[in-house]
Nanobody, 124 residues
Framework: QVQLVESGGGLVQAGGSLRLSCAAS????????MGWFRQAPGKEREFVTV????????VYADSVKGRFTISRDNAKNTVFLQMNSLKPEDTAVYYC?????????????????WGQGTQVTVSS
């Protein structure tokens, strides 16, 4: 059974930092694309970032580029999201995702597995 479990969310002031972790279990994810989506209240689900399973290339939404960094530890089946210079508009539930395709992009429909989400709240 595949599971993605996020941790590291919380409340932080604007300008602060948080680091999210996503522990994957149930299979080896080294060739999977792993990423993050987010959803704020009353808004649509939004792509944040993805790291490819092959080669480790990354893609970021323009809204987080230069502030967020995704990384992965394949030995531990874990993906991380380092979030710096946080803004109130980053407030959302953040979901860890995984795709069997090593080159997934921004379309949420391409991701086979989703975590339960972790709340990130940025106060002004």
């Amino acid at each position: 059974q595949v599971q993605l479990v996020e941790s590291g969310g919380g409340l932080v002031q604007a300008g602060g930092s948080l680091r999210l972790s996503c522990a994957a279990s149930g299979r080896t994810f080294s060739q999977y694309s792993m990423g993050w989506f987010r959803q704020a209240p009353g808004k649509e689900r939004e792509f944040v970032t993805v790291i490819w399973g092959s080669g480790g290339s990354t893609v970021y939404a323009d809204s987080v580029k230069g502030r967020f960094t995704i990384s992965r530890d394949n030995a531990k089946n874990t993906v991380f999201l380092q979030m710096n210079s946080l803004k109130p508009e980053d407030t959302a539930v953040y979901y860890c995702v995984a795709s069997q395709s090593p080159y997934s992009g921004r379309d949420y429909k391409t991701y086979n597995y989703w975590g339960q989400g972790t709340q990130v709240t940025v106060s002004s």
